[in-house]
C-alpha cells in the first residue's frame, strides 16, 4: 500500500513500512520472509514478531537497547510470558529462537522514546509518517486480546497521552497491529485506546473494591465478562502482566493468602 512516492507499507501483523525503498520498520510476522534489499533496518522493540528484520543483511539495524533483552530466547520469553523454560506448549509466540548476535547502529531517522509496551519501545518519525509500532493497538485487536499487552501500564498511559501530541506533525500515522486508515480514523483510535484503558482502571478497581483478588482472577474475570468462552494459559499468563502492572498501583491492600498474592481497595 503506497501512502506517498517514498513510502510504502505492507499489511501484516506486524504492518512493515519501507521508505525510499532502502530504510525498513518492523519486518517481522508474516512480512518475515520477504526479500527486501534495506540498507537499514529498524525494529520499534524486540518482541519475537518484529525482529526478523535484524537477521537480514543490512548496513545499520537498530534495537533500542533498554530492550537488549532480545538478544537471546530466555530474554525473550522472560519479558513475554514473565520466564522462561527449556520448553512449554504456553511459549505459543515462540516465533524465533535464535540468537541475535549483530551490533546495533544510530540510524538517521528520527527516535522517539514510546515506553510501556515494552522498556525501550520507540516510534519513528520519517518526514511526514510516524510509525507507532506496538504504543496502541487497532480496535479488534484490543477488544479480542481484552488487555493491552504493556510492562508497564502507567508508562504506556503517558506514551499514549505524548503521541496525541506527536500525531499533530504527522500525515500519517501506523501502528504495527491494526488497519492501515487516513489520519482522522488513525486518531479516533488513539482516543480509542486511551478511554478503552481508562475504563479498565476503573473496572478493574470496582472488581477489587472490599474483595480481595489475585491477578488471576481478575484477569479471568473479565475475560469470562468480555465474552472470551475459550481461555487458554498462554492467554491469561499474557494478560497478567499488564493487570498486575494495574492493580499494583490503585491496590491499597496487597497481601498473601492461600490463594495467592491479593490486591484490594
Given at each position: 500500500m503506497k501512502l506517498s512516492k517514498n513510502v510504502e507499507v505492507i499489511p501484516g501483523s506486524p504492518n512493515t513500512l519501507i521508505y525510499d525503498d532502502r530504510v525498513v520498520i518492523d519486518q517481522g510476522g508474516k512480512n518475515s520472509d520477504l526479500n527486501i534489499?534495506?540498507?537499514v533496518q529498524l525494529a520499534?522493540?524486540?518482541?519475537?514478531?518484529h525482529i526478523a528484520g535484524l537477521f537480514k543483511n543490512a548496513k545499520i539495524k537498530f534495537l533500542p537497547k533498554e530492550d537488549y533483552w532480545s538478544l537471546n530466547i530466555i530474554g525473550r520469553r522472560a519479558i513475554t510470558y514473565g520466564f522462561s523454560a527449556k520448553n512449554s506448549s504456553i511459549f505459543t509466540y515462540d516465533l524465533i529462537k535464535e540468537?541475535?548476535?549483530d551490533e546495533f547502529h544510530?540510524?538517521?531517522v528520527e527516535k522517539i522514546k514510546l515506553p510501556g509496551?515494552?522498556?525501550?519501545?520507540v516510534a519513528y518519525?520519517?518526514?511526514?509518517?510516524?510509525?507507532?509500532?506496538?504504543?496502541?493497538?487497532g480496535q479488534k485487536v484490543l477488544e479480542s486480546f481484552v488487555f493491552p499487552f504493556y510492562t508497564d501500564f502507567w508508562a504506556a498511559q503517558d506514551s499514549l497521552d505524548k503521541l496525541k501530541e506527536l500525531t499533530k506533525s504527522a500525515d500519517f500515522i501506523i501502528?504495527?497491529?491494526?488497519?492501515?486508515?487516513?489520519k482522522e480514523k488513525m486518531i479516533e483510535i488513539l482516543n480509542f485506546n486511551i478511554n478503552y484503558n481508562k475504563k479498565l482502571v476503573e473496572e478493574i478497581k470496582d472488581m477489587i473494591r472490599g474483595n480481595p483478588m489475585t491477578a488471576e482472577e481478575v484477569v479471568i474475570r473479565l475475560m469470562i465478562k468480555r465474552g472470551k468462552n475459550e481461555i487458554n494459559p498462554t492467554s491469561v499468563i499474557l494478560n497478567e502482566i499488564t493487570a498486575k502492572s494495574i492493580l499494583s498501583e490503585v491496590a491499597k491492600n496487597i497481601k498473601v493468602e492461600n490463594k495467592g498474592?491479593?490486591?484490594e481497595i
Open positions: 534489499n534495506a540498507e520499534t522493540h524486540g518482541h519475537m514478531d540468537e541475535l548476535k544510530d540510524s538517521e509496551h515494552t522498556p525501550g519501545h518519525k520519517i518526514g511526514n509518517v510516524l510509525y507507532c509500532g506496538d504504543a496502541f493497538f501502528i504495527s497491529h491494526g488497519p492501515i486508515y487516513k498474592v491479593t490486591f
